[in-house]
């Protein structure tokens, strides 16, 4: 490395620090716009940032009073208002419970477990029951074209 190259070096890395010092002092304008004086400082090299502090505790009380100026007041819920509570209840006629109370029989249980075997044999015995009438009123409709047949007009052809 010559001595030309590490002057080239020296001069960029200058450059450097100007350019960030520039956007430094640009950042900290659009931050800031109405304070003018952070341009000096920063140019000056002293840190206000201590002093600039703008810090906000939703949940939390420091114990330095200059941070407990940024201490902001719990939010406002609104009222929940529920309607269903807000209606008074409507007040049934109560009777005393014990006095309907009517002992179980004490074939209930069976009367339960039997009851399913009983609804098929009612149905299986409505059906019977609609059997046996269609039959016999197919044996009463046969006897009376018997009776119609045989007394019907009489064949006189053999006269």
């Known amino acids: 490395?010559?001595?030309?190259?590490?002057?080239?070096?020296e001069q960029a890395a200058a450059a450097r620090r100007e350019r960030l010092k520039a956007l430094k002092a640009a950042q900290q304008l659009l931050e800031n716009p109405?304070?003018?004086?952070?341009?000096?400082n920063v140019e000056n090299g002293a840190?206000?940032?201590?002093?600039?502090?703008?810090?906000?505790?939703?949940?939390?009380?420091?114990?330095?009073?200059?941070?407990?100026?940024?201490?902001?007041?719990?939010?406002?819920?609104?009222?929940?208002?529920?309607?269903?509570?807000?209606?008074?209840?409507?007040?049934?006629?109560k009777e005393d419970p014990f006095l309907n109370i009517a002992p179980k029989k004490p074939n209930w249980d069976l009367r339960?477990?039997?009851?399913?075997?009983?609804?098929?044999?009612?149905?299986?015995?409505?059906?019977?029951?609609?059997?046996?009438?269609?039959?016999?009123q197919q044996e009463k409709e046969?006897?009376?074209a018997e009776e119609d047949g045989g007394d019907g007009p009489v064949d006189d052809s053999g006269n």
């Open 1 to 9: 490395m010559g001595v030309g190259e590490e002057e080239s070096i």
């Open 34 to 40: 109405e304070d003018d004086g952070a341009l000096v």
């Open 47 to 93: 840190d206000d940032e201590e002093n600039d502090v703008n810090v906000k505790f939703r949940n939390y009380l420091p114990h330095d009073k200059q941070l407990q100026e940024g201490k902001l007041a719990p939010p406002e819920l609104p009222k929940f208002e529920d309607p269903v509570a807000s209606e008074p209840p409507v007040e049934e006629k």
């Open 112 to 136: 339960r477990d039997v009851e399913k075997k009983l609804d098929k044999l009612e149905k299986r015995t409505q059906k019977a029951i609609y059997k046996l009438q269609m039959m016999e």
């Open 142 to 144: 046969k006897q009376l």
